[in-house]
């Protein structure tokens, strides 16, 4: 784990509504595809998965669910913008399998016992191009 500052990040993203899981996958997969057919999906590419609801206190059908491309403030994509909050996150590298991001998540009380988290920004997943060819992914978690 390590700590790190986030400041005046942008991104361009996708939004899904409804139930976690497949169609998340689904918005991931599509939001990819873009950035491939729009020629944003190089060795710079970061990609940033946040789900903005907590499932045990927001009904199924309205749980929200982004997928961003950060990008530069001079970026012109056609695709909503908006701004992640500042702020410092312990980052988590973890495999980037199915069963290891599910085991990130059953651990996820205890691997953050020692931090003071923020609960009022959201924790996200970060896919930097040359993590993601290594079948690597971050969690990033809002820290006070």
Not at 25 to 38: G, T, V, Y
Not at 51 to 56: E, H, K, M, T, Y
């Given at each position: 784990m390590k700590i790190e500052e986030f400041k005046d990040?942008?991104?361009?993203y996708m939004r899904?509504?409804?139930e976690y899981g497949k169609q998340n996958?689904?918005?991931?997969?599509?939001?990819?595809?873009?950035?491939?057919?729009?020629k944003l999906f190089t060795e710079e590419t970061t990609i940033l998965g946040i789900?903005?609801?907590?499932?045990?206190f927001t009904p199924t059908n309205r749980l929200r669910y982004d997928v961003g491309l950060i990008i530069d403030k001079?970026?012109?994509i056609n695709l909503a913008t908006r701004k992640i909050d500042d702020g410092k996150y312990a980052i988590?590298?973890?495999?980037?399998?199915?069963?290891?991001?599910?085991?990130?998540?059953?651990?996820?009380?205890?691997l953050t016992a020692d931090l003071s988290v923020d609960d009022k920004r959201?924790?996200?997943?970060r896919y930097v191009y040359n993590k993601v060819s290594n079948h690597l992914c971050e969690f990033?978690?809002?820290?006070l």
């Open positions: 990040i942008t991104i361009a899904n509504i409804g996958e689904k918005l991931m997969e599509d939001f990819k595809e873009f950035l491939r057919k729009n789900a903005l609801d907590n499932p045990a001079k970026s012109e988590f590298e973890v495999s980037h399998t199915k069963q290891d991001v599910l085991q990130f998540w059953k651990n996820i009380q205890n959201p924790i996200f997943e990033c978690i809002p820290i």
